[in-house]
């Protein structure tokens, strides 16, 4: 059986860390770290993300400005919030929750978004940064897995990892970081030929497809690491991750499980981001 992999557990650990860290911030600056979270619309995912978000902040002393449009909000108008707040001192992070309504164009929202407030690490000069190993933020989800594994004792140096899916967001950059700690990275994606003879070789399987139980017993190798990023909703309203779980879960040394596994670490790197932007701007 394998080892779980709990992700509230090591997020609890972190937060705490932040915690110390934003009172003798408030301590030095005589205020918190500002995260301004702009959601536009009212899709429920979202609604639950940023209800956590707010959560997040509030436990660990950092201030949260939810700011809230309805799903008609003009692209011009929202980009003017943006300036204003990029221009706020008080406003140490910004973030907007994605998707966002399709006459808004995402990439000119990015864009945007001051590099030095970009807490999600999503603007091209950041991800620029991320590329050649010279950073100050990385993209929370991505940078929360490497936290999994190095309190989980998982080497990563010399390893054959498989990241299966590239978006931006998560494969994309977590390939980078595998490689930035002299893992042997392969990216996997739909039109990969034979994914189950790649993902196979893996000794950390990392999947971020979107497919709802995609990765079976048959594509994993025994005693490989394996963390679903996934978060999918079955018919009968569960939740499930991009990993069969019953399946892999015998076969694995080390699994994530959904919920409760990559989830919270998404936030909780979120929370560290902010707090960076914050030390970096004072």
Request: proline residues 6%; charged residues 25%.
């Amino acid at each position: 059986m394998a080892e779980l992999i709990s992700g509230k557990i090591v997020s609890q650990k972190v937060r705490e860390e932040i915690k110390c860290e934003v009172e003798s911030f408030k301590e030095k600056y005589g205020r918190a770290p500002g995260l301004a979270v702009i959601v536009v619309g009212n899709d429920p995912a979202s609604a639950v993300y940023v209800r956590n978000k707010h959560k997040a902040c509030l436990d660990v002393g950092i201030t949260s400005y939810q700011i809230e449009y309805p799903e008609d909000f003009s692209e011009c108008e929202l980009l003017r919030k943006i300036d204003e707040l990029n221009a706020d001192p008080m406003v140490n992070g910004i973030l907007v929750q994605l998707p966002l309504p399709k006459h808004i164009d995402e990439k000119k929202v990015i864009d945007r978004i001051s590099p030095l407030k970009d807490v999600d690490a999503f603007h091209p000069a950041n991800v620029g940064k991320i590329v050649i190993g010279d950073y100050d933020f990385l993209p929370c989800t991505p940078a929360g897995i490497v936290e999994l594994l190095l309190h989980y004792n998982v080497e990563i140096s010399g390893k054959k990892c498989v990241v299966v899916g590239r978006s931006n967001i998560v494969g994309k950059p977590m390939a980078l970081l595998l490689t930035e700690r002299n893992g042997t990275v392969t990216l996997c994606h739909s039109r990969t030929v034979n994914l189950p003879e790649v993902t196979r070789e893996a000794d950390i399987l990392v999947v971020a497809i979107g497919k709802a139980e995609f990765l079976r017993a048959d594509m994993v190798k025994p005693g490989a690491v394996v963390i679903d990023v996934g978060i999918n909703r079955l018919a009968d309203g569960k939740l499930a991750g991009d990993v069969k779980f019953d399946e892999v879960e015998p076969i694995a040394s080390k699994i994530t499980p959904v919920p409760g596994g990559v989830g919270p670490m998404t936030i909780t790197m979120l929370l560290k981001n902010t707090l960076t932007a914050a030390k970096l701007q004072l």
